[in-house]
């Protein structure tokens, strides 16, 4: 059995205990603020140690929780220490561990992608193909909710990130100006739509829609 800290440690949770932790109350409560609703189909793309997704297997009705992750430990290890058995059982959440960055591994049209501190890690590159995914898995009105940490609000030294290689568990903050530039490369639409206070650095959120809506 895996140490009951090691999933914690290793997705850097803030100091607060597990059951308390805000971050993952507070990214429900922001997808609520933008419509979610307990029978949409919701991919968490890079959902780890479930921090997030227990809240949303949770609120979600049965089968509608899909994840995506390429340590598969993670999930584990939240399945069998930080989720109640029955509630894993009636809600049937459904996961891919793949390491392609392949945002369509279910073949599934989402009405939400949540990508929770993904780009934070995220090389240039990576981003692209995050977006070329998420071109392709949404529902025609669905919509994909990404944050980012801004360079100077990082550091002052601090640039947007231009490197190839994942950062984790080291930051990679980018400008605001490069998420609608990926954006437009795959008929998506990039906003600006919330700024969430979570410890030295704010979360910047945005949304990505289809263009033809």
Not at 37 to 64: E, N, P, T
Not at 92 to 102: H, I, K, Q
Not at 117 to 129: C, R, T
Request: with cysteine; proline share 6%; glycine share 6%.
């Amino acid at each position: 059995m895996l140490d009951c800290t090691d999933h914690r440690k290793f997705v850097a949770w803030t100091p607060d205990p597990w059951g308390e932790d805000r971050h993952g109350r507070e990214v429900l409560e922001l997808l609520q603020r933008h419509g979610l609703k307990s029978y949409h189909y919701l991919l968490d793309f890079g959902c780890g140690s479930l921090r997030v997704g227990r809240w949303l297997i949770k609120y979600l009705d049965a089968g509608r929780y899909f994840g995506i992750d390429p340590e598969e430990w993670l999930v584990e290890a939240a399945k069998e220490q930080e989720i109640p058995a029955d509630i894993w059982e009636a809600k049937r959440p459904l996961f891919d561990y793949n390491a392609e960055w392949d945002v369509n591994a279910f073949g599934v049209e989402f009405d939400y992608i949540l990508i929770s501190d993904v780009f934070l890690h995220a090389a240039h590159w990576q981003i692209e193909k995050m977006l070329a995914g998420v071109a392709k898995a949404l529902a025609p009105d669905g919509m994909c909710l990404a944050d980012i940490i801004f360079p100077e609000e990082y550091r002052a030294e601090a640039v947007d990130y231009a490197g190839e290689e994942w950062q984790y568990p080291h930051i990679a903050p980018h400008t605001p100006e490069r998420l609608p530039e990926f954006a437009a490369k795959y008929g998506l639409i990039c906003e600006t739509v919330d700024v969430v206070e979570r410890g030295p650095c704010p979360l910047h959120w945005f949304k990505f829609t289809r263009a033809s809506q």
